[in-house]
């Protein structure tokens, strides 16, 4: 072998002879220090002809290439059967390769040849990310937390206009009138928007004024415009059960808020039952019952297309049977503008008083912020169809309009029971006048 040419590394793998290096040595001149074939360092000193033949791959051969499972060229260990890795075509298909015996216990091998593993584009393996791990979980918010980050859309574009407005220059007839103008989109209406700037004008007029200021004109101005309509829905524990209708447009969040109200009522120690009186739509009875499931509360219902009235009729005979203290009925929504379906909601309430000539004793028109001015003209025509009472408003968090609150104030005085700026079941609470009114000028709570 001295006298012969050593192969390289690459004939030794493939089984040809290759070139040696002008400078390989023989193993036995080889200093003491060098590593050993063990250390992962090649042996030169073993001729082509030693090392058995490999055939050639089959990208170089040209022949097509068999599909490998990954772990299929392990060797056995010696004495035992070879098998197959785990979630290969060789496990059994219903227990897999055989367990592992680690010498304290026996663990079953993972059987999913697939890692899970998401995307990073995906949504569902962020969300996971997020709240992995101990100490990561998102830490609950308080009401106001809540309602800041609801209302942020509403807060921050009149913060960006009135810092624009106000910020080195002085007030003057024009920058009243733009801030008159920035209130009106944000649909505070006309009247109310017009006392905001006159407040704000007075006593500084063609003096300079910092946006800070004009906010904290603005959160006491909203504040005063909704102290008056801020009631709580008070039940009368002398009226079994007390019957609270709520009527609405489609999508107002009607069902979602009834059910927020049974959880609400069920943690003050009443009894409720629910009626699925939205026998339009096969989802809303389905969702209420799912509201009644997660509160403990019966649900009282009918097929889809069932008369809703004649719904609404067993329900409070059943409550009254139970002596349930509050019967919340659902209804289905329709525009107020459709002649025909208020003539519905109508007879839902002209059943209700065969049994109870005081029912509904509350009718609580829920509204979605969203629509901004046409608010109005729901709480106008809902009121001729039924004995609307108070107001719930919700879906704050979705629009950047959240003022038509104090519109509403302003033209019908209405109370506004509850605000609603989320899904969760704690994202509807009593409306609080002055946590509004900071809330949509965006200061901090005192």
Same mark, same amino acid.
């Given at each position: ?18 070139? /040696? ?78 367990? #592992?015996? !680690? ?20 949504? /569902?393996?962020? /969300? ?34 009135? !810092? ?114 939205? !026998? ?14 997660? %509160? ?69 028109? #829920?509204?979605?912020? %969203? ?27 979705? !629009? ?47």
């Amino acid at each position: 072998m001295a006298s012969e040419e050593k192969p390289g590394w690459l004939g030794r793998l493939f089984g040809r002879k290759g070139q /040696a290096a002008a400078d390989d040595k023989p193993e036995a001149e080889l200093p003491a220090e060098a590593a050993s074939p063990s250390e992962g360092q090649p042996d030169f000193a073993t001729g082509a002809e030693d090392v058995e033949q490999v055939p050639l791959p089959p990208e170089e051969t040209g022949e097509p290439v068999a599909d490998v499972v990954e772990g299929a060229d392990l060797l056995p260990i010696a004495g035992e059967p070879e098998r197959p890795p785990a979630g290969t075509a060789g496990d059994d298909p219903q227990h897999g390769a055989d367990p #592992v015996d !680690t010498g304290d216990a026996v663990h079953a091998p993972i059987t999913d040849p697939a890692p899970d593993i998401q995307p990073l584009d995906s949504a /569902a393996a962020l /969300a996971h990310d997020a709240g992995a791990g101990p100490g990561r979980e998102p830490e609950a918010k308080g009401w106001w937390s809540r309602l800041t980050s609801g209302m942020k859309r509403t807060s921050s574009a009149l913060s960006d206009r009135v !810092t624009g407005l106000f910020t080195k220059r002085k007030l003057d007839a024009t920058t009243l009138e733009d801030l008159e103008d920035a209130l009106i989109q944000a649909d505070f209406g006309l009247e109310t928007a017009m006392r905001i700037s006159e407040a704000v004008g007075k006593g500084r007029y063609e003096k300079g004024i910092s946006p800070d200021e004009v906010r904290a004109i603005l959160a006491t101005e909203v504040e005063r415009a909704l102290e008056p309509v801020a009631v709580p829905l008070a039940i009368d524990a002398a009226r079994k059960p007390f019957v609270i209708l709520t009527v609405g447009v489609n999508g107002a969040g009607k069902t979602t808020t009834l059910g927020k109200l049974a959880s609400k009522l069920r943690a003050e120690g009443r009894t409720v039952m629910l009626a699925a009186g939205d !026998t339009f739509r096969a989802a809303a009875i389905d969702q209420l019952k799912v509201w009644g499931a997660r %509160t403990g509360t019966p649900v009282v219902s009918g097929a889809q297309g069932a008369d809703a009235a004649g719904l609404a009729f067993d329900a409070l005979k059943q409550a009254s049977a139970a002596g349930t203290d509050v019967l919340l009925i659902d209804t289905a929504g329709r525009l107020q503008n459709k002649a025909g379906l208020m003539a519905e909601l109508e007879k839902v309430v002209r059943v209700l008083r065969k049994q109870d000539p005081d029912a509904p004793h509350a009718t609580l028109l #829920v509204l979605d912020a %969203t629509v901004g001015q046409n608010a109005l003209s729901q709480v106008e025509l809902f009121s001729q169809a039924a004995p609307v009472s108070g107001l719930v408003m919700t879906k704050l968090d979705g !629009t950047a309009r959240g003022g038509i609150l104090v519109a509403l104030a302003a033209k019908f005085g209405l109370p506004v029971h509850f605000i609603g700026v989320g899904e969760g079941v704690e994202d509807l609470e009593p409306f609080a006048a002055r946590d509004f009114a900071r809330a949509i000028a965006g200061l901090e709570k005192d």
